[in-house]
């Protein structure tokens, strides 16, 4: 009852069978164990709006949600979400808090290339759902782990609090 | 193709997923011991993506319902080694009765790390840079410990042996870690001096001390980030038990700071920036604590 199959030590290579829950739609897709979650959204299920920058936790670029929280996809290979919800910036743009923040971040100029806009956008997501009333502190420290090559920050943060309060005022509805 | 020092695609393993301890253990074992178990993955993924680690087998344990949880024995909290470093944010049993983990937590990474990362898995990886290894000394916690011929507690004083190794065999896995429950004549402090809020600290310190109205009946003050591993300065210790924390007894403290640390040699930190960063932050921190924080 081990539950272990030591044939399975020979197969590191063969893909298997992963089954998500994608923006709401379920779908299924081959993958080998070492295909990070980024990779397979990116490659297999072609959502690129999450991006692959440093490929080990630094950067921020590839956050998703992964039933309802923000997590690095490059820091998790696909079979381990193996029958999780994910939900990518593709899907999240859907709703009101997100929509949002993408009209604040191009009203104020807080993104350039793009690159990390998911990624910040993701965690401002997380940050707004989580804390109401959040300082520019606050907004600081959640966006730690968001690398932004070309604007400087202050238009980010400008922009996240200006949702804040926004939302503030209207008793945090979405 | 030949990816070279830039590689950040693992090398081919399988991936096995345990529904249980045993299911867990049995598969290292079958391995050859050429595995390895993986919970939030946020210091293994890296280090598989970089080619620092290539095992045949990963073993995802987050699956396992009896690692989960956060939960009172006797005097003890019983923390479920998959307890996620969010948890100890978010887990009123913890912000009660272990509410130094809780003071840490914000200093663990950036949120979505957090979000994955556990409790369990950095005890286990004993980063010497890490806030919860170093914690589990100052509160004198134990770790529990399954392997193929049974269950062991090991005291957080005898676990860290030296830079990433611990009491832990191969093939081993923790399942929990105690912590005693913390007691209304007790205080704590936490905090660290770090570049960046979420980076790794220059200098780390958490302390959880024994009151008797203002006098100190017992202290347990444990650094990170000063060398091979967590490190406890039972010589600053020695010099506070019985006495009432004023400026004097604080300055002592400071001075017997240098028999206790030793930090390493050829970092991009001098030991002696180190050192003085340690005396600061001790200093800080016991005065926080003598205005009963
Ligand atoms: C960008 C970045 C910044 C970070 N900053 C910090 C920081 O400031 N402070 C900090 O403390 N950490 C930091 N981390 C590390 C993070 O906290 C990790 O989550 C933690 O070190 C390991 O936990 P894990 O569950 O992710 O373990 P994993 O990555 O899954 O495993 C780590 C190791 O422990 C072993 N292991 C895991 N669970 C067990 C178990 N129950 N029993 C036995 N062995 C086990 C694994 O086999 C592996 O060898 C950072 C990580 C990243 C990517
Ligand atoms: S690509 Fe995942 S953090 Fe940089
Ligand atoms: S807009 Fe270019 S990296 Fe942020």
């Known amino acids: 009852m081990s539950g272990f199959d030591d044939s399975l030590l020979n197969e590191a290579d063969e893909t298997v069978r992963v089954r998500f829950v994608v923006n709401g739609r379920k779908v299924a897709c081959e993958v080998a164990p070492r295909d990070t979650l980024v990779d397979c959204l990116r490659d297999k299920l072609e959502l690129t709006g ?5 490929e080990m936790g630094a950067c921020g670029a590839c956050l998703v949600q992964l039933d309802g929280r923000a997590v690095h996809s ?3 290979f696909a079979v381990q979400a193996d029958g999780g919800r994910i939900d990518t910036i593709e899907g999240l743009s859907e709703s009101g808090l997100l929509a949002d923040l993408q009209a604040e971040f191009h009203r104020r100029n807080a993104l350039q290339c793009g690159f990390c806009t998911p990624g910040m956008l993701i965690n401002a997501h997380e940050l707004l759902s989580q804390t109401a009333q959040p300082s520019r502190e606050d907004i600081r420290d959640a966006l730690s782990g968001n690398y932004c090559r070309c604007t400087g920050y202050e238009a980010i943060v400008d922009a996240i609090d200006a949702v804040a309060k926004a939302h503030g005022e209207n008793g945090g509805a979405t | 193709m030949d990816l070279g020092e830039t590689a950040v695609k693992a090398k081919a393993f399988s991936y096995f997923r345990a529904a249980t301890i045993d299911q867990a253990l049995d598969a290292h074992a079958r391995a050859g011991d050429d595995a390895r178990f993986i919970a939030g993955g946020q210091s293994l993924v890296p280090a598989l993506s970089l080619r620092l680690q290539a095992p045949r087998l990963l073993i995802d344990i987050t699956h396992i319902g009896e690692l989960r949880g956060v939960r009172r024995e006797g005097d003890a909290l019983r923390i479920g080694a998959l307890t996620r470093h969010c948890e100890m944010l978010s887990e009123p049993l913890i912000a009660e009765f272990a509410p130094l983990l809780h003071a840490a937590a914000p200093f663990v990474a950036h949120p979505a790390i957090r979000n994955r990362g556990t409790f369990g898995g950095s005890v286990a990886l004993a980063d010497p840079a890490s806030e919860f290894p170093a914690m589990t000394l100052a509160l004198d916690a134990e770790i529990e410990i399954a392997g193929l011929s049974g269950r062991r507690r090991v005291k957080a004083d005898d676990f860290f042996i030296d830079l990433f190794e611990t009491a832990l065999e191969p093939g081993e896995l923790i399942t929990a870690v105690y912590v005693p429950l913390f007691r209304a004549d007790q ?15 220059l200098v780390g310190c958490g302390m959880l001390a024994t009151c008797t109205g203002e006098r100190i009946d017992d202290i347990r003050i444990s650094f990170f980030s000063v060398g091979n591993t967590p490190t406890r300065v039972k010589g600053v210790e020695a010099t506070l038990i019985g006495a009432r924390l004023d400026a004097e007894r604080i300055a002592a403290a400071q001075g017997a700071l240098e028999g206790d640390l030793a930090p390493p040699e050829g970092d991009e930190v001098p030991p002696s920036m180190r050192l003085h960063l340690a005396r600061v932050l001790l200093g800080r921190l016991l005065g926080r604590l003598g205005e009963g924080a």
């Open chain 1, 50 to 54: 999450t991006h692959a920058g440093c």
């Open chain 1, 74 to 76: 490059c820091l998790i």
């Open chain 2, 187 to 201: 205080r704590f402090a936490f905090d660290e001096l770090a570049r960046r809020r979420g980076d790794y600290a």
